[in-house]
């Protein structure tokens, strides 16, 4: 299978890391990420485009460098982690750029697709510290500024109940022991 053949094809090319394929084929690290791709490990697959790309750009050449550009690009929305995105986008507009200028049509087409599908895909909801949710931080920081939960409800169209039970999640989430404290958190984690 595509899993076991991409294992024996990375253990014969590790050797050769740092280098050309014979024949000018490519970097061979480049093609460790590729075959890193394939067997799922997308960290290792990073590093290995990112030493294709030092290599490219010290060696000046370009025609790699764009190919590189846009194979680390593919990873990149693949594994999806934070900044992966922009990074992703970075990389294929400098790809487009170079095969444009050197006229490498497909490559062009590859890049043009991976543009429109990096534009498609979902943004990850952003990370809350302690587990906090979007209504929570919401509610933090109308706290911080001193609302009280019936101004809170108002402000957020929510019923006083509700804020009461936000403030409560929040200082439970927190491990805070009161309104106070959670101003001076919100403060802290930047949400003020």
């Given at each position: 299978n595509d899993t076991n053949m991409a294992a024996q094809q990375y253990?014969?090319?590790?050797?050769?890391?740092?280098t050309l394929l014979v024949g000018g084929f490519g970097a061979v690290d480049r093609f460790l990420g590729l075959l890193s791709q394939t067997l799922g490990n997308l960290d290792q697959a990073a590093a290995h485009f990112d030493d294709a790309l030092a290599f490219c750009r010290r060696a000046g050449y370009?025609?790699?460098?764009?190919?590189?550009?846009?194979?680390?690009?593919?990873?990149?929305?693949?594994?999806?982690?934070?900044?992966?995105?922009?990074?992703?986008?970075?990389?294929?507009?400098?790809?487009?750029?170079?095969?444009?200028?050197?006229?490498?049509?497909?490559l062009m087409a590859r890049v043009t697709a991976l543009l429109e599908g990096?534009?498609?895909?979902p943004v990850k909801a952003p990370a809350y510290p302690d587990g906090l949710t979007a209504r929570e931080i919401e509610v933090l920081q109308l706290i911080?500024?001193?609302?009280?939960?019936?101004?809170?409800?108002d402000a957020l169209v929510i019923t006083l109940r509700t804020?009461?039970?936000?403030?409560?999640?929040?200082?439970?989430?927190?491990?805070?022991?009161?309104?106070?404290?959670?101003?001076?958190y919100a403060i802290r984690q930047g949400i003020a």
């Open positions: 253990d014969l090319l590790i050797p050769a890391e740092g370009r025609p790699e460098l764009a190919w590189t550009c846009c194979d680390y690009a593919d990873a990149l929305l693949e594994r999806a982690d934070e900044g992966d995105r922009s990074k992703a986008v970075s990389l294929l507009d400098e790809s487009l750029t170079i095969s444009t200028e050197l006229g490498m049509r497909p990096a534009e498609t895909l911080a500024i001193g609302k009280s939960n019936q101004e809170i409800a804020a009461g039970n936000h403030v409560a999640n929040i200082l439970n989430k927190t491990g805070l022991a009161n309104r106070t404290e959670a101003a001076a």
